[in-house]
């Protein structure tokens, strides 16, 4: 398989979720393409599917996937593609949190176009240490509304990286189900 992982991040979380990917994909045996959607800009053409993945700031995803998808929607369209969306509300189980995740990621994808194949919500991490005093403080608060760590001597990572690498596994499966039926119909 030829797999293309296109990401956005803030803190690092989100890039650190698509290197698991791609080294997990290796190991599989698959060729992979990856870049950070603020960099110089990979089509997706060729690939035979696509992971993008951005963190959501602000009640938004990153400006430079937001644009690389537009900009590719009619290709993405046509190929198996997994979005995901990374935050601090996937770490919890609050039912207002994932409403608003649902309606963030609804008007990304409705905004840019695009029907991924997958959408997965991923929880993120919260780095205290790479904030300043006022972002510290902001995080915090988000922190306690999200019952998560607001200790903010430490860094707290809440990925599931099971849900990471099954969303590998998902890919694949997506993939030779295409390749199969592909055979079937030629």
């Not at 995803?61 to 995901?84: C, D, P, R, W």
């Not at 990621?105 to 240490?129: C, M, N």
């Not at 969303?167 to 390749?179: G, P, Q, R």
Request: charged content about 25%.
């Amino acid at each position: 398989m030829k797999l293309l992982i296109i990401y956005g991040t803030v803190e690092g979380q989100t890039r650190k979720i698509c290197e698991v990917l791609r080294n997990e994909a290796k190991l599989s045996g698959h060729t992979v393409s990856m870049n950070d959607a603020s960099g110089p800009n990979l089509s997706p053409f060729g690939f035979d599917a696509v992971i993008i993945a951005s963190s959501i700031h602000h009640e938004k995803y990153q400006t430079s996937v937001e644009h690389y998808v537009h900009e590719h929607a009619k290709i993405l369209n046509n190929t198996i593609g997994a979005f995901i969306s990374v935050s601090l509300t996937a770490a919890n189980d609050v039912p207002e949190g994932w409403k608003e995740l649902d309606i963030i990621t609804k008007d990304f994808l409705s905004k840019t176009g695009w029907h991924p194949t997958f959408v997965e919500q991923v929880a993120g991490a919260i780095r205290y240490s790479k904030y300043n005093w006022f972002k510290k403080y902001i995080l915090r608060n988000i922190a306690a509304k999200n019952d998560a760590q607001t200790n903010t001597s430490e860094d707290y990572e809440y990925t599931d990286w099971g849900q990471v690498k099954r969303i590998l596994t998902k890919i694949e499966h997506a993939v030779k189900e295409s390749h199969s039926s592909e055979k079937v119909s030629s």
